[in-house]
């Protein structure tokens, strides 16, 4: 599969990316070669075989559900760049 | 004595502390100042040397008092920028973490501080791990101290390259790395030190800045296979708070070692897998290899041929799962909470600026793909298609191990390349993880030993894979390897 401009621009927006206008068609370039280069795969049989979405077979445990940690704010808000009181703050989302 | 003291190894280290030879404290301020006097390979982001010398204090007041910690107390330890220390600065080699000071330690580095280690400071990186020449660092590239090779400056290997340079310098110990397609062992091979990935689950991953979670994996990068035994016995066990850590028992890893040593072992059967003899391979990492097998004939090991059919679909296979989950876990630096900020009118054009602004070309470039192969339409094509080619790569290495008890490789098809090459394409930069991808993407143990030098003079090393949870095999092999290599680290300055 190959990428064009387009594509590049709403993946990136997607990945909430900022990507210049003219970074567009390099990058395009880039990514289309490890695409084709990836596609090899296409080649491996792979009819019946179940995908492996974990290397270590084993079952989750379960904690009790309770409260194990938690209650101090400022130590949470310590590392925001930009909070306002006791609160994380972003651009305003409502109009 | 100062200047001996960075010669030592952990273990040598141990025992002349407890034998009162020195003190903890003379033993950090031999590190910080061959860290001092070694600035210039950039091999550190942060150095602590308040934090070290603190803690080497305190290591001889227990010892004093005869309150030593065991195997680690007043060792210095290099640890990986990507590893969350409580109260010193981390930034996983990026931009976006700007001003980040975990209020928590990662598991892994809680055990070792509990253990008495002292912290020289955190080591350089590729950014988020993500490459294998430590020149994606947003703090700028890592030196190998085996260069500056005709008149130009040579990688480290990466991602763990701050932590390889700094042990093969002799800036600290031994040093914490994190592997997810190879970046313990390649630089361990690139600066002639012993890197060792344990199996998956041995070795929580809480605490440690994610990257692609089913394949991340902590382990020990030192100068001596015993050390990494040292190191990896105090690194592994079961966290609640990981659930992929497994809840198994951690064995004497330093016995394993003394039994490779104290050898012969007769019945161990070696594994070739004649896939890794790749077209084009230099004559030299095929001569090494050979070398290698030779050695572990005459220790005793029986040497035979096995097929990992898969192989050369490894790469391709994990160019798009990484990705995948790198796209996902890194859609937590936002701006909000923590790290960089840079402002935008709306919302959704701060995420972009910041993260636009905040992540370098290579970690931008995986999130797209990782973004493009999860994406609607493309999923079973790329992606899910990855995870069953997957499954047959773990496959091949479950066959192998029902003939071998380990499987000897090359660690990478090169020695260490001069800063600034391989960076035109970034599938020529992926294919220095040939030899190490197929282990991680299977979640097995696999060691890089230092085995020789290229006919430039610079390290190559050689890798043995076990199978899972049997670390104790690859150390014991391991052990016999370094014996007959005799490799003996950079050469001293005259």
């Known amino acids: ?95 | 004595m100062t200047g001996d003291l960075t010669r030592l190894t952990i273990a040598s280290a141990r025992d002349g502390l407890a034998a009162g030879r020195f003190s903890a404290v003379e033993l950090a301020r031999a590190h910080l100042d061959a860290i001092d006097a070694a600035r210039g390979l950039n091999a550190f982001i942060t150095e602590a040397p308040e934090l070290a010398l603190a803690l080497a204090e305190a290591s001889d007041e227990r010892r004093a008092r005869g309150g030593a910690l065991g195997a680690l107390d007043g060792i210095p330890l290099a640890i990986k920028d990507l590893f969350c220390t409580e109260g010193v600065r981390t930034t996983a080699g990026s931009h976006i973490l700007d001003g980040f000071v975990p209020l928590y330690e990662s598991t892994v580095t809680g055990k070792l501080r509990a253990a008495g280690a002292v912290v020289l400071g955190k080591a350089n990186l590729d950014e988020f791990a993500m490459g294998s020449s430590n020149t994606t660092s947003y703090f700028g590239p890592v030196k190998n101290p085996w260069g500056p090779k005709d008149g130009k400056d040579l990688v480290p290997g990466g991602s763990s390259g701050g932590s390889a340079a700094a042990v093969a310098a002799r800036l600290c110990l031994g040093a914490t790395g994190t592997d997810t397609g190879g970046s313990i062992r390649q630089p361990a091979s690139f600066c002639g030190i012993v890197g060792f990935k344990p199996t998956y689950g041995r070795c929580s991953r809480w605490g440690i800045v994610a990257f692609a979670s089913s394949l991340d994996q902590a382990g020990p990068m030192t100068r001596s296979v015993r050390d990494a035994a040292i190191l990896l016995s105090l690194m592994a066990g079961h966290d609640p708070k990981d659930s992929t850590s497994a809840p198994v028992p951690v064995p004497d890893f330093e016995a394993a070692v003394s039994q490779g040593i104290a050898g012969p072992f007769r019945g161990l059967k070696v594994g070739i897998p004649k896939e890794y003899r790749i077209d084009g391979m230099a004559t030299e990492i095929d001569d090494l290899w050979r070398q290698g097998e030779a050695w572990l004939r005459e220790a005793g090991a029986e040497i035979r041929d096995v097929s990992l059919p898969h192989t050369r679909y490894a790469l391709a296979t994990y160019y798009i799962i990484a990705p995948a989950e790198a796209s996902s876990n890194l859609a937590r630096y936002d701006g909000v909470r923590f790290g960089l900020r840079v402002p935008g009118e709306t919302l959704d054009e701060m995420y972009m600026n910041t993260r636009g602004e905040g992540f370098g070309a290579e970690v931008r470039r995986r999130i797209l793909i990782g973004t493009y192969v999860l994406s609607a339409g493309y999923y079973d094509a790329y992606y899910r298609k990855a995870q069953q080619v997957r499954a047959l790569i773990a496959r091949d290495f479950a066959q192998a191990f029902e003939q071998v008890d380990v499987i000897l490789t090359p660690t990478a098809p090169s020695d260490a390349f001069a800063i600034g090459d391989n960076a035109d394409d970034p599938i020529t930069m992926y294919l220095n993880d040939v030899f190490t991808v197929p282990t991680s993407l299977a979640g097995l143990p696999g060691i890089s030993v230092p085995a020789g030098l290229s006919g430039r003079g610079l390290p190559l090393g050689l890798q043995l894979v076990g199978r899972p949870f049997d670390e104790e095999t690859v150390l014991r092999t391991a052990a016999v390897l370094e014996r007959a290599a005799d490799f003996g680290g950079l050469p001293l300055p005259a």
């Open chain 1, 1 to 95: 599969m190959s990428l064009d401009r387009s594509t590049v621009k709403s993946i990136a927006y997607l990945a909430r990316l900022r990507v210049d206008d003219a970074q567009c068609d390099a990058l395009a370039a880039e990514l289309s070669g490890i695409l084709h280069w990836v596609e090899q795969l296409a080649e491996v049989d792979t009819a019946g075989v179940e995908p492996m979405t974990s290397v270590a077979e084993m079952t989750l445990t379960q904690r009790p559900d309770a409260v194990s940690d938690g209650g101090d704010l400022r130590r949470v808000l310590s590392n925001a760049p930009a909070p306002i009181d006791d609160y994380y703050a972003v651009p305003k989302v409502v109009e």
